[in-house]
């Protein structure tokens, strides 16, 4: 069950590292999300938002193999993905590059639920 644990958070987490490439530039989010960053404002946000999902998939990745960190990484990956998943649904009408970033979050969200469960059942040592 432990090993399981890892292997969810190891996947949760380099979901949430693929991001990352995006704080190279607007190029690179460009290809990311099929967006244009012209704006130097909605750049920097950009960029510092794959910074941000570079630190959580970093977490979850540490997670793995640190388990006092594991609730914690479950939490924060939860967070990420119900709340992604959630405002593309209510907004609807998003580009195939931001569906294929949906897709990725309900296969995260897929391992972070078998994940807990493996958490849940795992001895206690």
Do not use: E, M
């Given at each position: 069950m432990r090993l399981l644990v890892s292997v969810m958070l190891v996947l949760v987490g380099v979901i949430h590292l693929l991001p990352l490439a995006g704080a190279l530039g607007g190029e690179?989010?460009?290809?990311?999300y099929g967006l244009r960053f012209d704006d130097p404002n909605a750049q920097v946000l950009m960029r510092h938002r794959a910074v941000l999902f570079g630190l959580l998939g970093g977490f979850c990745c540490v997670a793995a193999v640190a388990a006092q960190l594991q609730p914690a990484a479950f939490a924060m990956g939860y967070v990420s993905v119900v709340s992604f998943l959630a405002l593309m649904k209510s907004v609807g009408g998003t580009n195939a590059q931001?569906?294929?970033?949906f897709v990725a979050d309900v296969v995260a969200l897929a391992c972070l639920v078998v994940g807990t469960a493996a958490y849940a059942l795992a001895p206690r040592a």
């Open positions: 690179r989010l460009t290809a990311l931001l569906r294929r970033v």
